[in-house]
């Protein structure tokens, strides 16, 4: 199994950046997904989860309108859109792969997202 974020990167508040993770080594389309994230000097946040189908998304309340996960089973990647962002957002994301028991069994090496200006 292999999880692999990109297109984190700078950006200034009130921008934009795409990520996208892509995944290896199992049927993703057979699994939820989430996005976590880990603030400096923070402990983990989920931020988001979609499930198989991509028809169910939840969000926590702070990305709630300004994060959209979305997936594409057919080229086995998650997506995390993300608008309006603000320099509380500045984190290491994490896409990660829901257990069957709970929680998470797989991670993405991370993928640093810093809004500043």
């Known amino acids: 199994v292999q999880l692999v974020e990109s297109g984190g990167g700078l950006v200034q508040p009130g921008g934009s950046l795409r990520l996208s993770c892509a995944a290896s080594?199992?049927?993703?389309?057979?699994?939820?997904m989430s996005w976590v994230r880990q603030a400096p000097g923070k402990g983990l946040e989920w931020i988001s989860e979609?499930?198989?189908?991509?028809?169910?998304?939840y969000y926590t309340n702070s990305v709630k309108g300004r994060f959209t996960i979305s997936r594409d089973n057919a080229k086995n990647t998650l997506f995390l859109q993300m608008n309006t962002l603000k320099p509380e957002d500045t984190a290491l994301y994490y896409c990660?792969?829901?257990?069957?028991?709970?929680?998470?069994?797989?991670w993405g090496q991370g993928a640093q997202v810093t809004v500043s200006s």
């Open positions: 990660a792969r829901a257990a069957a028991v709970g929680g998470y069994d797989y």
């Open positions: 080594g199992f049927s993703f389309s057979r699994y939820s």
């Open positions: 979609i499930y198989i189908s991509g028809n169910n998304t």
